[in-house]
Nanobody
Framework: QVQLVESGGGLVQAGDSLRLSCAAS????????MGWFRQAPGKEREFVAV???????NYADSVKGRFTISRDNAKNTVYLQMNSLKPEDTAVYYC????????????WGQGTQVTVSS
């Protein structure tokens, strides 16, 4: 069982930066792939970024060059550094964990609100 606790959301202006954090329970954190997703009201949840247990990364086209995902296994924490924020980045951001040798994300955080004003 994994619990994910997110923090770092807030209200910022376009062009500003935020760093989201997601702290995970469990001693097997280093074996999980960790992903970030986001969802705006009335919209479907969409993929943002993922970092594997081997620290390879992948990003949605909409955030490439602006967002960076990273992890600190000693702290059981994954981060999403968001730079050059745009109003269209406004959403609830969720972190999720995927167990080794599985294809789906099994654990989800509660979400943290990111609002970007123009």
């Amino acid at each position: 069982q994994v619990q994910l606790v997110e923090s770092g959301g807030g209200l910022v202006q376009a062009g500003d930066s935020l760093r989201l954090s997601c702290a995970a329970s469990g001693r097997t954190f280093s074996t999980y792939a960790m992903g970030w997703f986001r969802q705006a009201p009335g919209k479907e949840r969409e993929f943002v970024a993922v970092i594997t247990s081997g620290s390879s990364t992948n990003y949605a086209d909409s955030v490439k060059g602006r967002f960076t995902i990273s992890r600190d296994n000693a702290k059981n924490t994954v981060y999403l550094q968001m730079n050059s924020l745009k109003p269209e980045d406004t959403a609830v951001y969720y972190c999720a964990a995927r167990r080794f040798m599985t294809s789906k994300y099994d654990y989800w955080g509660q979400g943290t609100q990111v609002t970007v004003s123009s």
